[in-house]
Each structure stands twice: as structure tokens, then as C-alpha cells.
């Protein structure tokens, strides 16, 4: 018996090494497909700002592109970026909110739903350039509304709608149950306990989500391509029928479609790197107003 016990203790141990440097050379390996992910967009910021920053000034931030955009500033590309993502949340946040709590707290488990959710799924996967296309069939050319503020901002919102809703029902479904129990044995009716409990309660996730979906927002290129951006315009929009510049489409234009390529390289680079410190401080954003209401709640 005891010739089988250290047979089967021996067994034991040399599975268990074995299983312990699996465990250790996926772990190494994760850390390093992290650290490598990591070192190359630290060496895209360094690149893009090391090629930009020269370039930055009150001037360039101020004043808009003269002959032909080899010379100037970026003030309308920065005022049309900030119109379309703000038109584009206005429109959106609702929506998404409102679908959330439909799925999360109306919405019986069936095939409508099981359809709903694999439609929002599908969206979420589907490429810009699709949303772009559709935009341009529906927004500009049935609904008439022409290469637009609104038709580009109404496009942005489809594109973004999906992940708005994803993370607001993810959200809303994270708040305890107990939390809706208690409310609705204090007497409160289910609109109010939705109302002044649960949204409140994920409200932290629910604005996360439209932080990082504006973050988002303002980065896409093509599907204002084909529904506001314009090659260049002399000022800001004064309505919502009217076209716009854009960070991500200008920085597409003075790359490739401009007949000065080399002269605006550095407009190129000082527009990528605005581009990206835009982004950064909305995410920062969504954090300390995540950070903010978590104080709050737990208050």
C-alpha cells in the first residue's frame, strides 16, 4: 500500500508542476501581449507628438486654414468636431438610456427579446463605413437634409447607439436587487423606483459609457465622410443644415487628398496629436465623473 501511495503522491506532483507552468506560461504570456499592446501605443503617442507638438500654439488652436490649409490654424475643424459629438450625444444618450431600461426592467425573456438583443449585437459589429453609406441613403439623400451638421450628427448616432445601450443595460442590471426590493416595499411604484433608485444607483457605469461612446464619437472618420465633412469650409456652421469640418477627415484631407502633402505635414501631425489630447480629456472626464457619483453613492 505504501509502494502505491508515493506512486500515486509522485503522480500528484508532477501533474501538478505541470499544470503550474501551464498556469505560468499563459500568465507570461498575457503580460507580455500586455506589455507589448502597451509599448506600441506609448511609441504612437511619442511619435505623434514629437512630430506635433512644435506645431501647437494659441494661434494654430484659434485661427482657421489659409492658402489652401498650408498655413493657419484648426479653430472650425475643432468647433465642427465638438458640434457634431455634442448633436450626436444629445440625440443619443436619450435613446440609448431609454432602450437600457426597456431591456433591463420591461422587457420579458422570448424570441422578441433574444431578436432585439442579437440585432443590437450585429450593430455593434457592424463597420463605420456601413453606417456612413447608410446615412448618405437616408439622411442626405431620402430625408434631404444635404451634406449637414444634423445628417452627420444623426449618422454618429446610429453609429454609436448600440455600445450606448449595451452599457447602460450592463449598468442598470449591476444594481443589487435588494436595492428595487426595499423601494418597492416602502410603497413606491416601479416608475419611481426606476426613476430615484436604479438609475441613480448605475448612473456611474451609465455615464462611463457616454463618456467613452463620445471619446468614440469623435474619432470616426467615415461616417461623416460622406454626410457632413467638408473639404474646407471658411467658418463655423451657423445651422444644422450646413456642412462642417472635422478633426478626423481633416487629417484624412491634408494626408492624402491635398495638393500640398508635404507643405501640411506638419499641420497633419499637429492636428492627429489635437485629435488625440481631445480624446484623452474626455476619458479623463468619464473617470472623475464616474469617481464623483461612486463618492456620492456611497455617501
Known sequence: MSADREKQDTFDLIRKKRIDLKQGFFLNLMRTMGFTGAFILLAILFFVAYNGIHILSWEFITQPPVDAMTKGGIFPVIIGTILLTFFCMLVVIPIGVTTAIFLAEYSKPGVLLKMVMMSIYTLAGVPSVVFGLFGLAVFVVAFNFGMSLLAGSLTLAITVLPYIISTSEESLKAVPYSFKEASLACGAT??????KVIVPTAMPGILTGAILGTAKVA????PIMFTAA?????????SLLEPVMALPYHIYVLATAGTHIDETRPIQYGTALTLIVLVLGMNLLGIILRSRQRKKRSW
Not at 416601479?190 to 426613476?195: A, G
Not at 467638408?230 to 451657423?238: I, L, N, Q, S
Open 219 to 222: 474619432g470616426e472618420t467615415a
Open 190 to 195: 416601479k416608475w419611481q423606483t426606476i426613476r
Open 230 to 238: 467638408a473639404f474646407f469650409t471658411p467658418g463655423v456652421p451657423r
